[in-house]
């Protein structure tokens, strides 16, 4: 059995670090496993010109720990009115890539795209820049059972926008179902896509019931929501498969622990604080250790076209148990199975 393992430095490609005082707590957690991450530009209000990506940089910045490189990777935020000269803008200003938010799909998404169509000059310009485009894959019509909204997005929306551009680099993220792993594996080049950990590790059982028996849990309510055992498998073969079309983004989604235990709870998991071994734990369950490094460190910077990391990590299989909570500003943060036994460590 591998009790230790050295990956290159990882990215995370899908990466929520908000604003404010969270920045705080989160930064420092991101920044001590990965050497870069894709930043969702999903504040309030959403981050929609090259300034306001580079201020948010600055923030970010100002939140790592002094002595750790981490490098904050900025990104647009698509609306029916992203003006196409804004593109110009953000390559200049370094931003490497722009989110496409189906209008209401998720959290923070009021101001997303309401017909891709009236995006069209601005998509555009990306494919000409070579700006990927990352895409929540869901669609939102109100007669579509919500664990049909991916596999019914990629037929009604993806497979169109693909044919009309076919040279725009898409990243087709935190990707849920067998029909989306299908989707990829047959795409060009220009088709990539990330993996959560929670998705590798937990069906949508976890959702309702626990080592405590029935509940509903809402630390397991992300979107696109958590699908059926063979949706995971799926997953898990894509992920191992070897393919460097697939490639990790946590995710990671914090929300004050009092928004998510609620009626109406937020959606998204917390788990930036333990991402590589939650990574670990779901690649070993399937005796693919050897495939963690190129899915965490070489995939998804050889698909945005940036160099490869070059330090080292080193994961130990070593129990542990991480905080129940972490402070965040004046509320609480609940990481995904707080308080729970993790067989990875990070060292
Ligand atoms: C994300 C968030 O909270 O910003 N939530 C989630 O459930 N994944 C938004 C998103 O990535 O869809
Ligand atoms: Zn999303
Ligand atoms: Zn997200």
Redesign the pocket.
């Known amino acids: 059995m591998t009790q230790t393992i050295h990956l290159t430095r990882p990215d995370d490609w ?1 990466l ?1 670090l ?1 604003d404010g005082a969270a920045l705080q707590t989160v930064v420092p957690h991101s920044a001590a496993q990965f050497g870069r991450a894709i930043v ?1 530009p ?1 504040l309030q209000p959403p981050i929609t010109t090259a300034a306001a990506a580079l201020a948010y940089r600055a923030r970010i910045q100002a939140a790592v720990p002094p002595g750790v490189q981490f490098e904050p990777l900025m990104t647009l935020y698509l609306t029916d009115n992203l003006p196409a000269a804004e593109i110009k803008r953000a390559v200049e200003a370094g931003v490497v890539a722009v989110k496409l ?1 189906p209008a209401g ?5 009021d101001a997303g795209v309401t017909d891709v169509r009236k995006t069209y000059k601005t998509l555009e310009a990306m494919q000409r820049a070579g700006m990927p485009l990352l895409l ?1 894959g ?1 669609v939102t019509a109100p007669e579509v059972d919500i664990f049909d909204r991916e596999a019914v997005f990629i037929e009604r929306q993806l497979i169109p926008l693909r044919h009309d551009f076919p040279e725009l680099k898409i990243v087709l ?2 990707i849920t179902t067998r029909e989306a792993v299908q989707y990829v594996h047959a795409a060009d080049r220009f088709t990539g896509a990330t993996l ?1 950990a929670h998705h590798l590790l937990f069906n949508r059982n976890a959702l309702f019931t626990g080592a405590s028996g029935a509940g509903l849990r809402p630390h397991y ?4 929501v958590l699908k059926r055992e063979a949706h995971r498998q799926a997953l898990l073969q894509a992920a191992s498969s070897g393919s460097s079309k697939f490639f990790l983004g946590t ?1 990671s ?3 004050a622990a009092h928004l998510k235990e609620s009626a109406a709870g ?4 917390y788990t930036a604080h333990a991402a590589m071994e939650l990574y670990a734990e779901a690649f070993d369950g399937v005796g693919a250790l050897d495939k963690l490094e190129a899915f965490a460190s070489f995939n998804g910077a050889d698909f945005y076209g940036l160099p490869r990391n070059t330090g080292t990590i080193t994961l130990k299989r070593e129990a542990w148990t991480p905080p129940v909570s972490f402070a965040f500003g004046a509320a609480l943060l609940k990481p995904l199975r707080s308080g729970e036994v993790l067989p990875w460590r990070m060292v």
């Open positions: 899908h929520h908000r969702m999903n938010y799909a998720t959290t923070h998404s929540h869901e993220e935190h959560t309510f992300c979107l696109p995710d989604a914090p929300h937020c959606a998204g998991c």
